[in-house]
């Protein structure tokens, strides 16, 4: 049973590039999840997914960030025009569907604004 | 206030003590209460969830529950060098908020030999 999995682990680019990441959940579970935790902070949710529907999106969430799971496996999330403020770490979190059930971590990708 | 507020930190106890870890939280929908443990530049890792009030036990783990009092608690016996590491606490959304965590900041506990 492999875990979540997040490509790339890091990411380095420069204000105002475009930048996507991967998640691929476990492989049963049907909700996806995106957080952002930045250094000393716990993570913040930013949106989840119950097979392709987006079911929920944070405030955080501006109009440069989109998150897509089109066939309700993978997912992917896009920052546009990155901002310094952007740097922070992205993880993403899988879950079974019935009731509230434990959500499980992949390793995170790290991105760093120049 | 704080949707989810954690006991500051850091926590420091010796090795073999008892390290309590406590959190409180506002959302009264709240039905599902997880502690998370993450190591310095790791992800988090799930440790123990409750959903009932009382107590539930895993091992060297003990989490704590009392939502009238909208609190949470984990207890870590015989605690060792690895166990330290940040604690997050996140309550799971009930209501509209299904499926979303809500974390806390995270208390940092140092077990010293």
């Known amino acids: 049973d492999t875990g979540v999995s997040q490509d790339p682990r890091h990411k380095i680019t420069k204000r105002g590039q475009n930048v996507t990441f991967r998640c691929d959940p476990i492989?049963?579970?049907?909700?996806l999840y995106w957080y952002r935790q930045t250094l000393g902070q716990g993570p913040e949710f930013l949106t989840y997914f119950q097979n392709e529907a987006q079911l929920e999106k944070s405030r955080l969430l501006s109009d440069r960030f989109s998150a897509e799971r089109p066939k309700g496996s993978f997912s992917t999330l896009e920052i546009q025009r990155t901002e310094q403020g952007d740097s922070a770490m992205y993880l993403c979190a899988s879950s079974l569907t019935t009731g509230e059930q434990p959500q499980h971590f992949g390793d995170g990708t790290r991105l760093s604004i120049l | 206030q704080k949707e989810v507020e954690q006991n500051s930190g850091p926590l420091s106890v010796p090795e073999g003590a008892i390290a309590s870890l406590n959190c409180t939280y506002s959302?009264?929908?709240?039905?599902?209460f997880f502690w998370y443990r993450q190591y310095s530049g790791k992800s988090p890792e799930l440790i123990m969830f409750i959903y009932s009030n009382g107590d539930k036990e895993d091992g060297r783990f003990t989490a704590q529950l009392n939502k009238a009092s909208q609190y949470v608690s984990l207890l870590i016996r015989d605690s060792q060098p690895s166990d330290s590491a940040t604690y997050l606490c996140a309550p799971g959304g009930g209501g509209t908020s299904y499926g979303k965590l809500t974390f806390g900041q995270g208390t940092i506990l140092t077990v010293h030999p």
């Open positions: 492989s049963e579970h049907n909700r």
């Open positions: 959302d009264r929908g709240s039905q599902s």
